[in-house]
């Protein structure tokens, strides 16, 4: 096994078996959204500027209002000089100001004038239901659409926010909307590749809005209803009205009094409240007996229990680690005869305490802070390091679509080995040869790029499997339905080089 390092685990290239996934796409929604996120660039006091994207949350007047991360427009150290807005399709950048912002959950509320040919899809903010597949909008200040299905789904709170797993996200997508099939549902707080910190919508909602005031700004898709913002003497009482019997039912614990208080004020100011807490109260119970359910489930650990739990709670947010399960069983059903021959062993999942722990002292990074527990599904890996004669294996297969300028090899326009000293491989008469004796050492002088092209070509060449990966130019995702090899995840790695614990 090879030495533990959190930020290169593509070095030490392990393969990993993957189960079918079972995701769909939103991209439809989140096309007919992407009007809405705009792009923003800020500039501090000492010359740093940071980017991101945010997405209009409401418009009065003249005015837009627009939700994002806040470190992305303001800095501890350092005051902002200027917030830029750019919107999709233009050149042309707009002045911002920052309304307000909550450093706890590192969120924050824009204020600009809207241009007067400025047209976004409102009523597009959505409280999302449970059992979430979302797409998200934007980044690296592009508004870039994932091309195939992207699936995301709750992991852990960490700091009051919301871990959600999710392929195809990179660095630069700080304040991006995540979308299901109704609208936006969450605001990215942080990126970290395939995973991303995230803050509810309704959560952004509550902490941007103060008792009642601004409630303008938030516009969230209840049922079809519209709201009605205008002013008169007559609105004005029956507002007054609505927030003292409001503030007369708020704290009930019956779902029915907040019914009734729908039924009186179904386009007030506190309607989307009063379905909340109806829902919440409903769901309570559901909740329960749901829990209940999963933890026998899980105590028992057997496919037709998981199978059950999929068909009696379609709707639950544990759908996502329940199919995981249902897919891991039943790929260990067919491979379990197999991954001895392939150089494969069988990791059994469970919690784990991942990052900078006890025993490593003061040998930490700041990117392995704090430690935290995760919990890891079981999977098969090899047993061994992809070695020197296997990758050659794989570039002379490929040789035909390889390109060597100056010791680089380069393939889709890509490098993804360097023919160095210390790669001990040389490229004489036509192929890549290996020096004597170095042909059982483990492969290196690859990147990541390098690693999932082997992982498809081995996937399709040598086992008939369907390949994991689809990579197109720069954008890497993966089939939904593939049996493939894969890399191993950071969490999957880390806990597979600490033995399983």
Same mark, same amino acid.
């Given at each position: 096994m090879?030495?533990?390092h959190?930020?290169?685990?593509?070095?030490?290239?392990?393969?990993?078996?993957i189960g079918?996934?079972n995701?769909k796409?939103?991209?439809?929604i989140a096309e007919?959204?992407s009007?809405?996120?705009?792009?923003?660039?800020?500039?501090f006091?000492d010359?740093?500027?940071?980017?991101?994207l945010?997405?209009?949350?409401?418009e009065r007047?003249?005015q837009?209002?627009l939700?994002?991360?806040?470190?992305v427009?303001?800095n501890e150290?350092?005051?902002?000089?200027?917030?830029?807005?750019?919107?999709?399709g233009?050149?042309?950048r707009?002045s911002?100001?920052?309304?307000?912002q909550?450093a706890?959950?590192d969120?924050a509320?824009?204020e600009m004038?809207r241009?007067?040919?400025?047209?976004w899809?409102?009523n597009?903010?959505?409280v999302?239901?449970?059992?979430?597949?979302?797409?998200?909008?934007g980044?690296?200040?592009?508004?870039?659409?994932?091309?195939?299905?992207?699936h995301?789904?709750?992991?852990e709170i960490?700091?009051?926010r919301l871990m959600?797993?999710?392929?195809?996200?990179?660095?630069?997508t700080?304040?991006?909307?995540l979308?299901?099939?109704?609208?936006?549902?969450?605001?990215?707080?942080e990126?970290q590749?395939?995973?991303?910190?995230?803050?509810?919508?309704?959560?952004?909602?509550?902490?941007?809005?103060?008792?009642?005031?601004?409630n303008?700004v938030?516009t969230?898709?209840t049922?079809?209803?519209?709201?009605?913002?205008?002013i008169?003497?007559s609105?004005l009482?029956?507002?007054q009205?609505?927030?003292?019997?409001?503030?007369?039912?708020k704290?009930s614990?019956?779902?029915?009094?907040?019914?009734? *208080?729908?039924? /009186?004020? @179904?386009?007030?100011s506190?309607?989307e409240? %009063?379905?909340? +807490? &109806?829902?919440? !109260? #409903? =769901?309570?119970?559901?909740?329960?007996?749901e829990l209940?359910h999963?933890k026998?489930i899980?105590?028992?650990?057997?496919?037709?229990?998981?199978k059950d *739990?999929?068909? /009696?709670? @379609?709707n639950s947010n544990?759908?996502?680690? %329940?199919?995981? +399960? &249902?897919?891991? !069983? #039943? =790929?260990?059903?067919?491979?379990?005869?197999?991954?001895?021959?392939?150089?494969?062993?069988?990791?059994e999942g469970?919690p784990?305490?991942?990052g900078?722990?006890?025993?490593?002292?003061?040998?930490c990074?700041?990117?392995e802070?704090?430690a935290?527990?995760?919990?890891v599904?079981?999977?098969?890996?090899?047993?061994?390091?992809?070695?020197?004669?296997e990758?050659?294996e794989f570039l002379n297969?490929?040789?035909?679509?390889l390109?060597?300028k100056?010791d680089?090899?380069s393939?889709?326009?890509?490098?993804?080995?360097e023919?160095?000293?210390a790669?001990?491989?040389?490229f004489?008469?036509?192929s890549f040869?290996i020096q004597?004796?170095?042909?059982?050492?483990?492969?290196?002088?690859?990147?990541?790029?390098?690693?999932?092209?082997?992982c498809?070509?081995l996937?399709?060449?040598?086992?008939?499997?369907r390949?994991?990966?689809?990579i197109?130019?720069?954008d890497?995702?993966?089939?939904?339905l593939?049996?493939?090899?894969?890399l191993?995840?950071?969490a999957?790695?880390e806990?597979?080089?600490?033995g399983?614990?």
């Open positions: 090879c030495e533990l959190p930020i290169r685990p593509y070095i030490c290239f392990f393969l990993t078996l079918l996934l995701l796409a939103q991209t439809q007919s959204l009007n809405n996120v705009v792009a923003i660039s800020a500039t006091e010359g740093h500027r940071e980017y991101g945010s997405f209009v949350t409401g007047g003249q837009l209002y939700a994002t991360a806040a470190h427009v303001q150290y350092s005051g902002t000089s200027s917030i830029e807005i750019q919107f999709r233009e050149i042309r707009y911002a100001q920052l309304l307000r909550d706890n959950f969120v509320l824009l004038t241009p007067n040919d400025y047209r899809k409102q597009c903010l959505a999302p239901g449970l059992g979430q597949q979302v797409a998200f909008i980044r690296e200040r592009r508004w870039f659409i994932p091309p195939e299905a992207v995301g789904a709750i992991t960490r700091y009051n959600v797993d999710i392929i195809s996200i990179r660095p630069g700080s304040g991006a909307p979308v299901n099939n109704q609208g936006i549902t969450r605001l990215v707080i990126d590749g395939s995973t991303a910190e995230v803050v509810a919508i309704e959560q952004v909602r509550d902490i941007l809005t103060n008792s009642g005031q601004f303008y938030f969230l898709h049922a079809g209803i519209d709201y009605d913002l205008s008169n003497d609105e009482e029956r507002m009205q609505e927030l003292k019997d409001w503030q007369a039912i704290n614990e019956n779902a029915t009094v907040f019914r009734n *208080f729908f039924r /009186r004020y @179904p386009r007030g506190f309607s409240r %009063a379905i909340e +807490r &109806i829902e919440g !109260l #409903e =769901a309570r119970q559901a909740q329960a007996r209940l999963w026998i899980e105590e028992k650990d057997e496919l037709k229990f998981y *739990f999929v068909e /009696r709670f @379609p544990r759908l996502g680690l %329940a199919r995981r +399960r &249902i897919n891991e !069983l #039943e =790929a260990y059903h067919t491979i379990d005869s197999s991954i001895t021959k392939e150089g494969f062993i069988r990791v469970g784990f305490l991942m900078c722990t006890k025993e490593q002292g003061t040998d990074t700041i990117n802070r704090p935290h527990k995760v919990n599904g079981s999977f098969a890996i090899r047993k061994f390091e992809v070695t020197k004669k990758y050659v297969a490929k040789i035909g679509q390109n060597i100056n680089d090899v393939m889709r326009g890509k490098v993804i080995f023919l160095s000293e790669s001990k491989v040389t004489t008469r036509g040869n004597n004796g170095y042909e059982r050492h483990p492969v290196n002088e690859v990147n990541w790029y390098s690693a999932i092209e082997y498809n070509w996937s399709q060449k040598k086992n008939g499997r390949p994991y990966y689809q197109n130019g720069s890497v995702s993966f089939h939904a593939a049996n493939g090899y894969r191993p995840s950071e999957e790695w806990y597979a080089a600490r399983g614990y």
